[in-house]
């Protein structure tokens, strides 16, 4: 799996939007960008993930670079709740959908969120 | 809709004695996961359950670790002879068949053994 690259931190004022970049220079043309966030004493929550094309859901919106090698993971107007820490995870699914799941956290960004 | 649950949210434990610990997933979802994370670590995957197959039990630390998926939905995580070491936070997973990468956490159950 390619390996991410990730801020160790980041602070962002309530109401504007957070973005939070990640690095994936060595990714394959099979693999996803993934994003999860993890809230203190919380299990990690699944936000968005995408492959080539930019994504956007009711959390977040996934900018991925033509060359796929970077992304950004986009909190239009970050809240006091979106204070966490945010994993970039590359991961391949193979054709036809099932395959094996163990997801591997890194690092990832400390998001704070500041009134 | 209902998310991943597990149950208890905190447990405490002497040293020795054996616990259970339950997850019940998204119904639908084919894939379930065991994780654990330690006080300011990160997450440790333990044990993978797709479908009928036969589970990943790759994971698992030592066998006083085990865990079983009932009809493809419910499941029980058992540590045995619990040593102060098995204190932390275990978190139950799931996924739907058609993405094993998008996992639905459950809130995790707390466990400390004094």
């Known amino acids: 799996d390619a390996k991410t690259t990730q801020p160790t931190s980041m602070d962002c004022a309530e109401g504007r939007a957070a973005n939070l970049p990640c690095n994936h220079s060595t990714i394959s043309g099979n693999e996803y960008v993934y994003w999860y966030r993890q809230i203190h004493s919380q299990g990690p929550q699944y936000i968005i993930h995408?492959?080539?094309n930019n994504e956007t859901n009711e959390m977040a919106s996934l900018i991925i670079t033509e060359d796929r090698k970077s992304s950004t993971l986009i909190l239009p107007h970050a809240t006091l709740r979106d204070t966490a820490v945010y994993y970039c995870?590359?991961?391949?699914?193979?054709?036809?959908?099932?395959?094996?799941?163990?997801?591997?956290f890194g690092q990832g960004t400390i998001l704070t969120v500041h009134p | 809709g209902a998310g991943v649950s597990q149950s208890p949210s905190n447990k405490v434990t002497e040293k020795g004695k054996d616990v259970e610990l339950r997850c019940d997933p998204i119904s639908g979802h084919t894939a379930l996961y065991w994780y654990r994370q330690s006080l300011g670590q990160g997450l440790e995957f333990l044990i993978y359950?797709?479908?009928?197959?036969?589970?990943?039990k790759s994971g698992l630390p030592s066998d006083r670790f085990s865990a079983e998926r009932t009809g493809g939905s419910v499941s029980t995580l058992t540590i045995q002879r619990t040593q102060q070491e098995d204190s932390a936070v275990y978190l139950c997973?799931?996924?739907?068949?058609?993405?094993?990468?998008?996992?639905?956490f459950g809130p995790g159950t707390r466990l400390t053994v004094t």
């Open positions: 359950f797709q479908g009928n197959s036969a589970p990943d």
């Open positions: 997973a799931s996924s739907p068949l058609t993405d094993a990468y998008e996992q639905y």
């Open positions: 995870i590359v991961r391949e699914v193979p054709a036809g959908g099932t395959s094996y799941g163990k997801l591997t």
């Open positions: 995408g492959l080539k």
